[in-house]
């Protein structure tokens, strides 16, 4: 019996293995050379603890991360003068003078203090190889299919390799050194770290390394971070020397390293990480390594496997990966774009598990005590990009810990509300922190913008239309209603149009004129509220709750300012037509586009907004940076659009894209990479949900802006609004069949082209469609195998 497991266990891990497979091929990031620098360096986390692999033959570096180290302590930064001086900002900004407005801000009203806390490093792992600086048959890869990082090598004919990974069942980061030669293996292993001040410590039959995070509001930082090596050999022998693991002549070696911060939630950091790495390290150390493996990529897998994307492949693909990044066009190499979209997915598993923190700008991986813009989050776009493709791509799960922070920010911003506006619910600004600070920071131009924490309640609200979790919505719609609360009481009418709108705001980041942005009822304010407001009113429909609060929600909803087109056939971004005298026409926010998406209040239905959200996309122009591009990629397929959502995409990847495929901003920031998976997404389909009755339906479109460049390919599973799981085929630029699940049993409009069913769908079926959007028997039997019966 023991026997026949463990030959189930050898089975599963070869063929789980990293260089099994030849058709998760296009699931391989690959290289022919040791990183040099860390964009170059490949990404592995389990959702809390990351780390960046170099595959440095003769001087390997990992370099690591624990998801809760950052600098600073708990703190809430209201301001108690900042309430008085808002009637006067108001008054300024309405009676146009914005740059009075603005200053005054500055002075009075920002956050104290006015920035927040920076992400940490927290350790760096060295493992010096003496003898392997030279070497030849070198090979790296990443394999998103299990989630491990393999280097191989050869010096003096002795094949040398690497397994590296962080598990999340068993809590650290396992490397695996062989040799096919016995006694091969000698090596050094220490930490270091960037931090000036860090402790090396030797600690029973471990190395260990302590690090403190950077000061913030007070000079010295509250939290520690505790990291522990622990050296198992089989063969060979280990000395400890000098807080230095020596290993000489072993046969194979695994290295588990953990790592943990007193960080216990944003108010309380009194937890004991040395007694929780220690444990473990402990529990890790007696599972066999085959077995830790195992359990690594099943667990990878459970996430990774739910969807598969196909759009061809071409002798490109056999390039090694940072080649094939310079030379992309989506034609040239359709493969590029599906191993970047899967790369999207692989990043979301391994930075954002549920009850770890949300991925941040840099996700999970940064190297620096001082990371561009604090590698904080970043919610005027950034961390919501992130998350775009959570549902549609089937990994609702990872979505969940923004969940927790957008709880967390409904209690600290609370305070800002009250303390800071006068006003009863929550309020966060532009930026948050591990500490959840929701103060306006960084200068009023940037920060005063009071709609962050509205826009991320919307997430709350997808995750209700993808999986109908009713329980869920209870949880979050306290936390809606005290977003909304605030803006009932922060809306002001505005003098001379009479509308409801924000003020003081800013349209993110963008100047009206000069250097001022400070204005009153920026389009994007309004979109987002209207959306908070409705969705506030569905949900409390639906849970049959708060039947003053909705009356009150509608009678403010219908006194929003429209969404208006100015002179150039453009959708204003501000409340007047100024967009083309605006200083930085081509600017890289396009704000007042959140309403083509992420949102859905523009669409074909509605013909002249829908124009005008094109031309005002036209106005802004193909360029930016990261993100931007990534945004602009959904915004072209949200306007059907499919060969320049394409362009965007091949100028994304080709110019914008480091040679381990993280996305460059400059420098490296994560949202673009998400942004643009969640962009070949939309461009293959599209959902949107639809209430009858307060019941939730889904709306799928198929294919909708499918581009020229992939005329044959398929996508299976995804997820879409109303709680239904997609499989599309095409063929020559049209559809071949889709296979549509209906999880929940809830009505369905279903287009493709310009033809619409619906269709009262039953919990549990499956239907099949051809591209007449006829149910199709016998395409199902012949394609599908044994999958799920067609009704008819
Ligand atoms: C926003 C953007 C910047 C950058 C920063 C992290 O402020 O305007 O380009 O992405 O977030």
Not at 289 to 309: G, M, N
């Amino acid at each position: 019996m023991t026997n026949f497991k463990n030959l189930c266990l050898v089975l599963t891990v070869f063929f789980l293995s990293p260089f099994c497979s030849a058709a998760s091929d296009s699931l391989i990031l690959r290289y022919d050379k040791p990183a040099a620098e860390w964009v170059e360096a490949l990404p592995i986390g389990n959702g809390r603890l990351g780390a960046m692999v170099f595959g440095k033959t003769a001087d390997e570096t990992i370099q690591f991360n624990e998801d809760t180290f950052w600098g600073g302590s708990p703190y809430n930064p209201v301001n108690p003068q900042a309430q008085a001086a808002l009637p006067q900002a108001r008054q300024l900004v309405f009676e146009g003078k914005n740059e009075q407005a603005q200053k005054l801000i500055d002075e009075k009203m920002m956050a104290v203090p006015s920035y927040q806390a920076k992400y940490q490093p927290a350790g760096l792992l060295k493992l010096a190889f003496p003898g392997h600086e030279n070497f030849t048959n070198y090979r790296r890869q990443l394999n998103l299919n299990t989630a491990v990082v393999t280097i191989e090598y050869k010096v003096d004919d002795v094949k040398f390799g690497r397994r590296i990974f962080s598990s999340p069942i068993d809590n650290c980061i396992v490397i695996e050194l062989t040799a096919d030669e016995p006694n091969s293996i000698n090596f050094i292993a220490s930490f270091d770290a960037v931090q000036e001040v860090k402790d090396l410590k030797t600690e029973d039959d471990c190395i260990s390394l302590q690090v403190y995070g950077a000061g913030h509001h007070k000079a010295v930082g509250d939290l520690r971070c505790y990291s522990r090596l622990k050296i198992l050999t089989n063969g060979g022998d280990v000395k400890l020397d000098d807080n230095k693991f020596i290993v000489t002549n072993a046969d194979s070696v695994v290295l588990l390293l953990a790592s943990a911060t007193t960080f216990v939630n944003y108010k309380d950091v009194t937890g004991d990480p040395a007694a929780i790495v220690k444990k473990q390290l402990t529990a890790a150390a007696e599972k066999p390594f085959d077995q830790i493996l195992t359990d690594h990529i099943k667990a990878h897998q459970r996430l990774f496997s739910r969807v598969s994307i196909d759009l061809g492949s071409t002798p490109d693909s056999n390039l090694p990966t940072d080649k094939r990044i310079k030379a992309f066009t989506s034609a040239k190499d359709p493969d590029l774009a599906e191993l970047y979209f899967q790369f999207g997915r692989y990043l979301l598993i391994s930075c954002s598990r549920p009850g770890c923190q949300p991925a941040n700008l840099q996700g999970l991986w940064n190297d620096s005590v001082d990371p561009p813009w604090y590698s904080k989050y970043t919610v005027n776009i950034n961390t919501e990009m992130n998350y775009w493709p959570a549902e549609p791509t089937n990994l609702s799960e990872c979505h969940e810990p923004l969940f927790t922070l957008i709880k967390d920010i409904s209690h600290t911003g609370k305070k800002t509300a009250s303390v800071n506006y006068g006003a009863r619910g929550w309020v966060c600004h532009h930026n948050t922190d591990l500490w959840r600070a929701t103060g306006p920071i960084d200068s009023a131009f940037y920060g005063f913008w009071p709609t962050g924490g509205a826009w991320l309640c919307q997430h709350l609200w997808y995750h209700y239309e993808y999986t109908g979790d009713k329980k869920f919505l209870e949880s979050a719609y306290p936390v809606m209603k005290g977003a909304a609360q605030f803006f009932v009481d922060t809306l002001v009418e505005h003098p001379k149009y009479k509308w409801l709108v924000t003020c003081p705001s800013v349209s993110p980041e963008n100047a009206m004129f000069d250097t001022v942005s400070i204005c009153a009822g920026p389009t994007m304010d309004i979109q987002i509220i209207r959306d908070l407001f409705n969705n506030c009113i569905t949900a409390s429909q639906i849970l049959d709750v708060d039947p003053d609060f909705r009356k009150t929600l509608v009678e403010k909803r219908d006194r929003l300012a429209p969404m208006q087109i100015g002179k150039a056939g453009q959708l204003q971004e501000w409340l007047e037509d100024i967009d083309l005298s605006a200083p930085e026409p081509e600017h890289r926010h396009v704000s007042h586009l959140y309403g083509l998406f992420p949102s859905s209040q523009m669409s074909k239905d509605t013909p002249e907004l829908f124009a005008a959200a094109s031309k005002s996309l036209q106005l802004r122009g193909d360029g930016g940076t990261g993100w931007s591009k990534a945004w602009k990629i959904n915004l072209w397929a949200r306007l059907l659009k499919g060969d320049h959502a394409c362009k965007m995409l091949t100028s994304l990847i080709s110019t914008g894209t480091y040679p381990n495929m993280f996305d460059a901003h400059p420098p490296f920031q994560i949202d673009g990479n998400f942004g643009a998976t969640s962009g070949i997404c939309e461009m293959l389909m599209q959902s949107y949900s639809r209430f009858e009755n307060n019941k939730l339906g889904g709306e799928i479109i198929l294919l909708p802006a499918l581009p020229s460049a992939w005329p044959n390919g398929s996508i299976k599973g995804l997820r879409a609004r109303g709680g239904f799981e997609i499989d599309i085929e095409w063929k020559n630029g049209k559809l071949e069949l889709a296979r549509i699940k209906s999880l929940l049993g809830n009505p369905l409009k279903l287009s493709y082209g310009d033809k619409s069913i619906e269709v009262q769908t039953e919990k549990g079926r499956t239907y099949i469609y051809n591209d007449k959007l006829e149910l199709h028997l016998k395409v199902e039997v012949k394609k599908l195998g044994n999958r799920d019966s067609n009704p008819n």
